[in-house]
């Protein structure tokens, strides 16, 4: 007896015959979409590191900063101070001790130390200007010659918050 043969493909028909999709257990996702997604991930991480916005004004430790005038500047008898703060908050001293809040005081020709220790009471004096009202900017009038400004933040009683929230520029008045 012989086995039966195969039948030979018609004409113009193909030879090979079609795979069938493989099962869902039997699918693996390709190496290289794998690298793909473990790229992207790190590409992605990478980038947010790059367009994180930075401080414009350098401010990113607490403290005080100046706005204006900018350290170096030349300016008139009488000039507009303007005064910043990060850490802590601007309140009245009227408002009495609040945790984390205190008030400008600019102290003028402080010296060679350039601060008020912590703790200590800022002076009421000529040299010794209080913002106790919280104020952000205010007037200074100083005489001609070259002077330097320590911006000095301080709690409700007038106690210095130390070299940490201190900050010296120096002026000239023309």
């Known amino acids: 007896l012989r086995a039966p043969r195969a039948a030979a493909p018609r004409r113009g028909a193909s030879a090979v015959t079609r795979a069938s999709a493989p099962s869902p257990s039997e699918s693996k996702p390709p190496v290289l979409d794998r690298r793909r997604a473990v790229l992207g991930v790190g590409v992605a991480a990478?980038?947010?590191?790059?367009?994180?916005?930075?401080?414009?004004?350098?401010?990113?430790?607490?403290?005080?900063?100046?706005?204006?005038?900018?350290?170096?500047?030349?300016?008139?008898?009488k000039f507009t101070v303007k005064m910043g703060v990060i850490g802590l908050e601007l309140a009245p001293a009227s408002e009495g001790m609040q945790e984390g809040t205190g008030h400008h005081h600019v102290v003028v020709d402080i010296g060679k130390k350039g601060y008020v220790e912590k703790g200590e009471a800022i002076a009421f004096d000529a040299t010794h200007l209080h913002y106790g009202k919280a104020q952000k900017e205010a007037v200074v009038e100083l005489t001609p010659g070259t002077h330097t400004l320590t911006l000095q933040f301080a709690n409700a009683k007038h106690e210095s918050f130390g070299k940490k929230f201190a900050k010296t520029?120096?002026?000239?008045?023309a």
Do not use: L, Q, R
């Open 46 to 77: 990478a980038m947010s590191f790059c367009v994180t916005p930075g401080n414009a004004e350098a401010k990113a430790a607490n403290g005080v900063y100046w706005i204006s005038p900018k350290d170096g500047a030349v300016v008139e008898k």
């Open 169 to 173: 520029i120096t002026v000239t008045v």
